[in-house]
């Protein structure tokens, strides 16, 4: 027999997979608190209970999805040898994401559109906060590569450069893949961070 803590660990866990499936089908805008709870099989009442709201549903959801994404992104990095290895292990977690990190894409989209569509609010906060901390991190992992030698010190913006044309190639790369390849990613990529092509 579970215990309350299994029981309680078990709610939380189908109310978040049920949010994924619910927010993927309708949207942030269009997943209410009662579909997702239905699609969980618990009440609403445990939804609140779990998370206070449907957005602080999502930052749940979001800050689980990203811990996924970037230690798979960790495990990539590593095993990559070269710049344009590292370049395009960083493109692939974007434009050819699988599972939760592929959702965690398309919900990143969908939550930016909500969040500039509405009035200030604490989900708004949080996403600039998200963004702010991506930022600073994938700085910060260019200046190491910088102290291995292997690209220039990059500039303070690095980061911001790179996380927007992540997200704009990948934008492009879902809709028409032949016309925004991955060569054309390793490019802009390389650009930005003033690396030239092996050989």
């Known amino acids: 027999m579970a215990t309350q803590a299994e029981r309680k660990d078990e709610t939380r866990a189908l109310l978040l997979s049920a949010a ?3 927010f993927a089908e309708r949207g942030v805008e269009g997943a209410s608190v009662d579909a997702i709870a239905e699609a969980a099989g618990r009440t609403s009442g445990a ?15 979001l800050e689980s999805w990203r811990s996924e994404v970037s230690a798979a992104i960790l495990v990539d ?18 434009a050819h994401a699988k599972g939760a990190a592929r959702q965690w894409v398309q919900l990143e989209h969908e939550l930016w559109r909500w969040a500039t569509r509405a009035q200030a609010n604490e989900l ?19 200046e190491e590569w910088a102290l291995e030698g292997l690209i220039p010190a990059p500039n303070g913006d690095a980061g911001a450069a790179v996380i927007g044309l992540l997200i704009g190639l990948e934008m492009q790369h879902r809709l028409d893949g032949a016309a925004v390849t991955d060569a054309i990613a390793l ?7 003033g690396h030239r092509e092996a050989g």
């Open 124 to 142: 708004g906060n949080v996403i600039a906060a998200r963004y702010r901390t991506a930022r600073e991190a994938m700085t910060a992992l260019f």
């Open 77 to 94: 990095l590593s095993h990559a040898r070269t710049v344009d290895e590292r370049l395009v292990a960083l493109w692939h977690e974007f």
């Open 47 to 61: 939804l609140y209970s779990h998370f206070g709201s449907k957005e602080g549903l999502l930052i749940e959801l």
């Open 20 to 22: 994924a499936a619910v």
């Open 187 to 193: 490019a802009g990529l390389r650009a930005l961070l």
